[in-house]
């Protein structure tokens, strides 16, 4: 989906806002680079102002069962 936001928070209060890339190769894809400790990441979809248009989904990096995970795939769908 091209143009729409993402907003990623840590467990602590910490925010990134993405919007889609534009290249067409990797249009509605979206870069989160996740370092630090372990922690639980809530992602969501955002509109312009940065209100929340879906429910927000938990990414656990580097805790429970995908704990050696590098890489975290969210694929969004609109309904």
């Given at each position: 989906?091209p143009d ?7 467990e ?56 050696e995970?590098?890489c ?7 309904q």
């Open positions: 989906m729409v936001s993402l907003r990623l928070t840590d602590y209060g910490n925010q990134q806002i993405q919007t889609s890339k534009k290249v067409a190769s990797e249009a509605g894809r979206y870069d989160f680079p996740l370092f630090g400790p372990p922690r639980r990441f809530f992602l969501s979809v955002v509109d312009p102002q940065g209100r929340p248009l879906s429910p927000a989904v938990e990414i656990p990096h580097g805790v429970g069962s995908t704990a995970a590098k975290h795939w969210a694929d969004w769908q609109r």
